[in-house]
């Protein structure tokens, strides 16, 4: 036979010979065969490291066998280390509360001690002075953490640097801004990389703002968010073995049944993500805007040619990086409804959309930092000016007009600019035509290096 049997509060049940997990996690995989989405390996390392520092803390309390204490400590060491990624294949769709999950890491590390020699039991001890309800959204909070800081934020302060780069790269190169897709007055190209960039950094401090509620954990308040069966002085024990494992400062929460019941933690996490997305969409729709072309586009900028555009049509070259990165912004802003939707349906003292939150906050967090990652690499770092087509969209502005507004009046500019338009003459030809303006001072007042304002103009000149 290729099963064993293992028993639970409901009976016994078959469970493939060469599985880790035990009798819970194997009804879970019968009762919910839905759809392809498993949990996240980054929720399953935050279960580990709470398994881990619970039993350090379960052992300083006196409520813990120094041998099992031990045993459960080197089975979490090894879930960490990836030894046994294999072997938490549940469902997203299942309990809301995340129960099965926990026990699948509960089973698994039991397993694992019971290969050294040691006698664990998956309730009794793994699970001692814990809850799936204060363990499940403990798990969401340190694996957002882990990844906002160990995966995003580099991935962001190094996107920033390319910005900068290019931003100083191209100061003094003018172009023509635009408004509702129109010509409007000149920019520098300089400038306009200063508005990503701006972007990029500002919604990096909106996600470093959100730390502070994350960095909050519900562990303690075991079923209810009266604390049955932990003991303060275990909290306490949790929190410090943990932030010393993780190197990290996490903290309990000063309300227990707002941290089992209520998301909003994950909520603002993730409004903040979808700021990053929405600047980061904004970014990459820029570029390929400015890309567009080569011979019928903007044609502003040229981005690296990464692999072939089209199946038919030879020599074709697309704007993919854009539009990967275009793509993970959506999702993201869709991750960011279900999360909010799903934080509004906590019930008395539980909220039971637990896994479909977390599922989608660490899909958003990974998404943005290999997508931005990417873009930086493959389309950001090889971004070239045309600067010859940028002159030439600049010459043939009709908004240059604009500097005239001081001298001839509003009125006075938008006849100039309407004739120009509608006979097909340059601005300083209708100017002159209009008798309002002499070529001397045309030429003294329309000048675009000096309609750029101060607005790109930063003390941080050099790069950090």
Same mark, same amino acid.
């Given at each position: 036979?290729?099963?064993?049997?293992?028993?639970?509060?409901?009976?016994?049940?078959?469970?493939?010979?060469?599985?880790?997990?035990?009798?819970?996690?194997?009804?879970?995989?019968?009762?919910?065969?839905?759809?392809?989405?498993?949990?996240?390996?980054?929720?399953?390392?935050?279960?580990?490291?709470?398994?881990?520092?619970?039993?350090?803390?379960?052992?300083?309390?006196?409520? $813990?066998?120094?041998?099992?204490?031990?045993?459960?400590?080197?089975?979490?060491?090894?879930?960490?280390? =990836?030894?046994?990624?294999?072997?938490?294949?549940?469902?997203?769709?299942?309990?809301?509360?995340?129960?099965? *999950?926990?026990?699948?890491?509960?089973?698994?590390?039991?397993?694992?001690?019971?290969?050294?020699?040691?006698?664990?039991?998956?309730?009794?001890?793994?699970?001692?002075?814990?809850?799936?309800?204060?363990?499940?959204?403990?798990?969401?909070?340190?694996?957002?953490?882990?990844?906002?800081?160990?995966?995003?934020?580099?991935?962001?302060?190094?996107?920033?640097?390319?910005?900068?780069?290019?931003?100083?790269?191209?100061?003094?190169?003018?172009?023509?801004?635009?408004?509702? $897709?129109?010509?409007?007055?000149?920019?520098?190209?300089?400038? @306009?990389?200063?508005?990503?960039?701006?972007?990029?950094?500002?919604?990096?401090?909106?996600?470093?703002?959100?730390?502070?509620?994350?960095?909050?954990?519900?562990?303690?308040?075991?079923?209810?968010? *009266?604390? $049955?069966?932990?003991?303060?002085?275990?909290?306490?024990?949790?929190?410090?073995?943990?932030?010393?494992?993780?190197?990290?400062?996490?903290?309990?929460?000063?309300?227990?049944?707002?941290?089992?019941?209520?998301?909003?933690?994950?909520?603002?996490?993730?409004?903040?993500?979808?700021?990053?997305?929405?600047?980061?969409?904004?970014?990459?729709?820029?570029?390929?805007?400015?890309?567009?072309?080569?011979?019928?586009?903007?044609?502003?900028?040229?981005?690296?040619?990464?692999?072939?555009?089209?199946?038919?049509?030879?020599?074709?070259?697309?704007? *993919?990086?854009?539009?990967?990165?275009?793509?993970?912004?959506?999702?993201?802003?869709?991750?960011?409804? *279900?999360?909010?939707?799903?934080?509004?349906?906590?019930?008395?003292?539980?909220?039971?959309?637990?896994?479909?939150?977390?599922?989608?906050?660490?899909?958003?967090? @990974?998404?943005?930092?290999?997508?931005?990652?990417?873009?930086?690499?493959?389309? $950001?770092? =090889?971004?070239?000016?045309?600067?010859?087509?940028?002159?030439?969209?600049? @010459?043939?502005?009709?908004?240059?007009?604009?500097?005239?507004?001081?001298?001839?009046?509003?009125?006075?500019?938008?006849?100039?600019?309407?004739?120009?338009?509608?006979?097909?003459?340059?601005?300083?030809?209708?100017?002159?035509?209009?008798?309002?303006?002499?070529?001397?001072?045309?030429?003294?007042?329309?000048?675009?290096?000096?309609?750029?304002?101060?607005?790109?103009?930063?003390?941080?000149?050099?790069?950090?």
């Amino acid at each position: 036979m290729n099963d064993r049997i293992e028993k639970d509060s409901m009976g016994e049940i078959n469970v493939p010979k060469e599985a880790l997990w035990g009798a819970q996690t194997q009804r879970s995989l019968q009762n919910f065969t839905i759809g392809t989405e498993t949990m996240p390996p980054a929720l399953i390392h935050a279960l580990a490291l709470i398994k881990k520092s619970a039993a350090q803390a379960n052992e300083a309390v006196g409520k $813990l066998e120094p041998a099992i204490s031990k045993a459960i400590q080197q089975a979490a060491d090894a879930i960490l280390a =990836g030894d046994a990624a294999k072997h938490f294949p549940l469902s997203v769709w299942q309990t809301g509360s995340g129960t099965q *999950t926990n026990m699948n890491v509960n089973e698994v590390i039991a397993h694992l001690a019971e290969q050294r020699g040691v006698k664990v039991h998956p309730n009794d001890h793994v699970n001692m002075s814990q809850s799936s309800n204060d363990v499940f959204p403990s798990a969401i909070h340190i694996a957002a953490v882990n990844q906002i800081e160990q995966r995003l934020f580099p991935t962001l302060k190094q996107i920033s640097h390319t910005l900068k780069r290019l931003e100083l790269k191209n100061e003094a190169i003018i172009k023509i801004g635009r408004t509702h $897709l129109q010509d409007a007055t000149p920019v520098t190209f300089g400038q @306009e990389i200063s508005g990503w960039r701006a972007g990029i950094e500002q919604a990096h401090q909106m996600i470093q703002l959100t730390l502070v509620q994350l960095k909050q954990l519900a562990i303690g308040g075991t079923a209810v968010g *009266t604390g $049955l069966n932990a003991s303060q002085e275990y909290t306490k024990a949790f929190i410090n073995y943990l932030n010393q494992e993780t190197g990290n400062q996490f903290v309990e929460t000063n309300n227990k049944f707002h941290g089992l019941a209520s998301k909003d933690a994950l909520v603002f996490t993730s409004g903040a993500l979808k700021a990053l997305g929405a600047n980061a969409m904004k970014m990459a729709n820029d570029i390929r805007w400015l890309a567009s072309g080569p011979r019928s586009g903007l044609g502003e900028i040229t981005i690296p040619a990464n692999e072939p555009g089209s199946s038919i049509m030879p020599g074709k070259v697309n704007p *993919t990086q854009c539009e990967a990165l275009t793509m993970i912004a959506i999702q993201v802003m869709g991750n960011d409804a *279900t999360i909010g939707i799903g934080a509004s349906q906590g019930n008395f003292e539980l909220n039971v959309y637990m896994p479909v939150m977390a599922y989608n906050l660490i899909q958003s967090i @990974e998404l943005l930092a290999d997508g931005l990652a990417s873009f930086d690499k493959k389309c $950001l770092a =090889g971004l070239q000016a045309n600067q010859e087509k940028m002159r030439e969209y600049v @010459e043939r502005s009709l908004m240059l007009v604009t500097a005239l507004n001081p001298h001839i009046g509003y009125d006075n500019g938008g006849m100039i600019a309407k004739k120009a338009f509608n006979e097909q003459l340059t601005l300083k030809q209708a100017a002159l035509a209009s008798g309002l303006v002499t070529e001397a001072q045309y030429d003294e007042w329309v000048r675009p290096e000096k309609m750029l304002g101060d607005a790109g103009n930063h003390s941080d000149k050099k790069l950090s």
